[in-house]
């Protein structure tokens, strides 16, 4: 018998509570299961991103960057043409090589068209709760403020929203506001004074600057170069800091021309789920809300 260099007997192998044997082996075999397949053969859950479909009446393609097989089962949701959304169905063809798939193909008589411009999801079929691999996994949610509409939606989209979980609010008033005074501290940044400026256009958003209705005697105006488009990018009681370009550093104070403050109509001003927020379902839902149209009361 083996021993060790303290005399005591050589073990190779240690098998749970059992007493220690020398040149113990043994031999085990386990099925693993994993979404709900149980054999040697593991398949872990698999999700994509669908991008576009067409359907011919015979044949749906779906633009994907995708890993899956050919005969296998997947449900595809989320594509706001309701017809082009299929459950249990089977990969037919794969579009692209392995590693490098851009899309794949499956039988069925949905006669839609070719869509574009939409967000949806594939996942295989087996796939169970967005916690144990369905969906697109998580969303790390991107900032839209500022944007327009068009932008915003397919920002979210990309992020991993469907089409269906994105909702529009009622545009925000956009009444027009009176500066009173314009602090170009540097020639790309400014510091606006304006009532309650800082609650109107949040970090972030795009504002206008307009001359305004000067008054009727020793008008005093934005500066010239103080018209256009600028973002918010800081905000503090009653005035806001914008970024630009060209600004002369200068303080005007004084302004008397009235209404030449308001949000960019069509851009985001605000939005549900804050930027930077992480670990949301791709199921969830997000709101956002654009600027009306620049009013006067």
Do not use: C, H
């Not at 011919?56 to 959304?85: D, R």
């Amino acid at each position: 018998m083996a021993l060790d260099t303290g005399g005591n007997v050589q073990v190779d192998f240690v098998w749970g509570n059992y007493p220690m044997q020398p040149n113990d082996i043994r031999t085990e075999t386990a099925a693993v299961n994993i979404g709900g397949t149980t054999g040697s053969n593991l398949e872990a859950f698999q999700s994509a991103v669908v991008t576009a479909a067409s359907g011919n009446g015979t044949t749906v393609t779906y633009t994907s960057a995708n890993a899956f097989n050919v005969g296998q089962k997947v449900t595809i949701t989320g594509l706001a043409t309701a017809a082009l959304n299929l459950s249990n169905v089977f990969i037919a063809t794969l579009v692209g090589t392995e590693g490098a798939r851009t899309g794949f193909t499956v039988t069925n008589a949905a006669n839609a068209g070719e869509v574009t411009g939409q967000r949806g999801k594939v996942e295989a079929t087996n796939a169970l709760t967005a916690y144990d691999g369905a969906g697109i996994g998580f969303i790390n949610v991107p900032s839209v403020v500022g944007d327009t509409l068009a932008v915003a939606l397919d920002e979210l989209k990309d992020a991993g929203y469907e089409t269906a979980n994105i909702t529009t609010a009622s545009a925000a008033t956009n009444l027009r506001t009176s500066i009173t005074r314009f602090n170009a501290t540097s020639t790309t940044a400014a510091t606006i004074y304006a009532t309650s400026a800082n609650t109107n256009y949040p970090v972030g958003t795009k504002v206008t600057i307009v001359a305004g209705t000067p008054a009727a005697s020793a008008p005093v105006n934005p500066p010239a170069y103080a018209v256009g488009t600028f973002t918010v990018t800081a905000v503090a009681s009653g005035q806001i800091t914008v970024s630009g370009t060209g600004f002369t550093v200068a303080d005007t104070t004084g302004i008397n021309s009235t209404l030449n403050l308001a949000g960019l109509e069509a851009t985001i001003k605000s939005q549900t789920v804050a930027a930077g927020t992480a670990s949301v379902l791709s199921t969830a839902t997000i709101s956002v809300t654009p600027y009306a149209a620049a009013t006067v009361s």
